[in-house]
């Protein structure tokens, strides 16, 4: 049985990862680079879909972000559903729901992507950070090539 201590403190931990969370994705709607990059391990490990490289270290999700944040001209992004599961005091694995909508300069068709982010998340001096990001699409609108039903692996993808 937990103590009330315990309980206290994984619950605090639980809505610090949601506030990091939330915090990444009002960077993201800014088009913050450098402040969606502020929740992430030094380290990050990022991947964008079950058919990408794996992108390791800040500068490289750096240089990923630009290219995407370049061509947007307005976003915005909805978390929920959030499942956070503590494999210690100071890691935690995390999935929670994604609802994006993204204007471009490129594209004449505003998108919209339903994803879930599956994440890992450790506690550094600075509090909790992502050290890493999983985007797994569940279906989207707005695109030539629509991706989805990533979240389900193999042979179930779009």
């Not at 619950?11 to 994705?25: G, N, P, Q, S, V």
């Not at 450098?34 to 929740?39: F, N, P, Q, R, Y």
């Not at 976003?75 to 100071?90: G, K, Y």
């Not at 471009?104 to 990001?133: C, I, M, N, S």
Request: aromatic content about 10%.
């Amino acid at each position: 049985m937990e103590t009330t201590e315990a309980l206290l403190r994984e619950t605090a931990d639980r809505l610090a990862i949601m506030e990091a969370k939330a915090a990444y994705c009002r960077y993201s709607d800014y088009l913050d680079v450098e402040g969606m990059l502020s929740v992430f391990t030094p380290d990050c490990e990022f991947r964008y879909g079950p058919d990408e490289d794996v992108i390791v270290g800040l500068d490289a999700i750096r240089e990923w972000y630009h290219r995407e944040v370049d061509r947007t001209v307005a976003s915005l992004h909805l978390v929920a559903n959030f499942e956070i599961d503590f494999v210690s005091p100071d890691r935690a694995n995390s999935r929670c729901a994604l609802h994006s909508w993204k204007r471009f300069r490129d594209q004449p068709e505003d998108r919209r992507r339903y994803v879930h982010y599956v994440e890992q998340w450790v506690r550094t001096g600075a509090g909790w950070k992502q050290a890493r990001l999983e985007y797994q699409v569940i279906g989207e609108t707005g695109t030539a090539e629509a991706r989805g039903r990533e979240h389900l692996g193999g042979d179930h993808a779009a």
